[in-house]
């Protein structure tokens, strides 16, 4: 995978999207309380956000989350937000943590011309040396991604990625697409997408 930028610094960094509050921090110490493998870290934040961040479609809530923050504070998300919370509490216990993105037709509207996004995490594991890509969406009916670094376990694993790509910020029109919706209809009308390479 290529690193978006090449610098691991950029990786442990925060901002307005993957922010980072004191609750946060509490529940990430909570989580790993007492767990020193790297691997087993990881892999307890991981199912945290999985499992006690619902998404927001499983859900069947109306509220637009995008920054970690609010996304702890709402405790739901699409896949976006729960990647930005996964990301900070990773972020927060020293390992690097970005954002890949796979592409789907969206159903509704096939000949829009663009590709709709799905996000996943890329993480930096120094014990093996590599990049590994987790999906914390979250398990529902014949949707489930597990932790493995033998083989992904992806939410999606028959959708194409977007590019080889680790970026350490969210894309742009993921995070415009959040921010500028009301509600949840009114964000999938409009999920976040990228343009249709020509044939």
Known sequence: ?????????????????????????????????????????????????????????????????CTSIEVFREGTGICFPKTHLLASMLRYIGVPCGFCYQIFEDPSDPDQGSLTLHGLNGIWLKTTGRWHRVDPRGNSGNI????????????????????????????KQVVDGLKEADNMESLWSKLPSIERAAE
């Open 1 to 65: 995978m290529i690193t978006v930028p090449n610098k691991i610094e950029a990786f442990l960094q925060f901002d307005d999207v993957v922010s980072l509050n004191g609750p946060i921090r509490e529940k990430s110490d909570e989580i790993i309380f007492q767990v020193t493998d790297e691997a087993d870290r990881v892999r307890a934040l991981f199912e945290w956000v999985r499992d006690h961040i619902p998404h927001t479609k499983d859900l069947g809530a109306d509220v637009v989350t």
């Open 144 to 171: 489930c991604a597990e932790f493995s670094l033998d083989e992904e376990r992806i939410a999606f694993p028959d959708m194409k990625f977007m590019d080889s790509s680790v970026y350490a910020v969210p894309l």
